[in-house]
């Protein structure tokens, strides 16, 4: 059951938090391309905490660019921040498919810089929502 708006963004916004925790421990110990698909899916969920908190019921899609300009009803600092963080959205679906990539698999693909870059772009999106919701 759902609590409040702000407690169902916080909610979110902790999840976003935990899965960040998890994501640097995967670019630390070689899990590239995990780390990079994890990055977009804090970022996700971070700005999917934000649009809760503003009291949407149903929130759905995966993309960042698209979440991003949704926030961007309530906070028109995220039409400025999408130019940074929609790179993650190219994170969602090869980083976890072979047929996503030609001739090789997301595990020969990712690098240490690929993974270190997502997890900092997504650490931006977690830090930029906890600001805007004083949590």
């Known amino acids: 059951m759902r609590g409040s708006v ?40 971070a700005l999917k905490a934000f649009i809760y908190a503003q009291g949407e019921e149903i929130v759905l899609g995966h993309s960042v660019e698209r979440l991003c300009r949704a926030a961007s009803r309530w906070e028109p600092a995220f039409s400025e921040a999408v130019k940074r963080w929609s790179v993650l959205d190219g994170y969602y679906v090869p980083t976890r498919y072979p047929n996503g990539l030609p001739d090789s698999i997301p595990a020969h693909v990712y690098t240490r810089d690929s993974a270190v870059s997502a997890v900092a772009l997504a650490e931006d999106v977690v830090n930029f929502v906890r600001s805007k919701l004083a949590v």
Do not use: T
């Not at 916004?13 to 110990?29: G, T, V, Y």
């Open 6 to 45: 702000s407690e169902e963004g916080r909610r979110w916004l902790e999840q976003a938090i935990e899965d960040l925790r998890w994501a640097k421990h995967l670019a630390d110990a070689g899990g590239y391309h995990i780390a990079c698909f994890l990055a977009q899916q804090v970022a996700e969920k």
